[in-house]
């Protein structure tokens, strides 16, 4: 397998170059754009492994880039956001961002965060051997395809809320603390930050459940976690 190609998205000059160096260093191969028409045009032309987007961008806003960039097909997205915009941080997950690292961060933290992000989408590509769908109700969900049906009919999700749903409904009626869910699904202890998991089950109860407000497939164990129940 040939260096992981990582685009970066920043209007920020010195982020951009401090990230290339960092990640050229660690083996990937860089690409670099500094607007958001930049952006949509790099990765419609170069077609990246992973991009590191930074939400507050020229010409063409973040989240507007990250629509485009999904139109074009399962590419794993890092967000970039400024150190408490909790606000831009959760619509960007509820988009089906897969990871975000928030300003100021540490250039070793944006390499662990990208190998995490990748080191997942191996794994699944990795499996074989047939595996029966995982069956609740009108649910299925076939591990091998990656795919989910409810009432036969498919049900569209974000590489992670794939993963997230996958892990729950494989042990059914454990319940997860959102640390574990955090450190398995995401590869990465995000010390107390649960907000991306509260994010991911909303979005997996608003495509599954038959009423999201009274869930009877995610269920929250409250001060704890969340189980699934067949």
Known sequence: MGRPRVLIVDDEAIVRDVL???????GFRVETAADGEAAIEAATRSGPDIVLLDLMLP??????????????GDIPVVMLTAKGEEVDRVVGLELGADDYVAKPFSPREVVSRIRAVLRRGDRAAAQDGARPPLVAGSLEIDRDRREVRRELNPVPLTRKEF????????HPGRTFT????????????????????????????????PDPSKPTHLVTVWGVGYRFEP
Do not use: N
């Open 20 to 26: 290339t160096r960092y990640l050229e260093k660690e």
């Open 178 to 209: 959102r640390a574990e869910l955090l450190e398995t699904v995401w590869d990465f202890a995000w010390h107390g930050d649960s907000s991306t998991v509260t994010v991911h089950v909303r979005r997996l109860r608003a495509k599954i459940e």
């Open 59 to 72: 010409k063409v806003d973040g989240l507007e880039v990250f629509r485009r960039i999904r139109a074009l």
């Open 163 to 170: 993963d997230l749903l996958e892990l729950l409904a494989s």
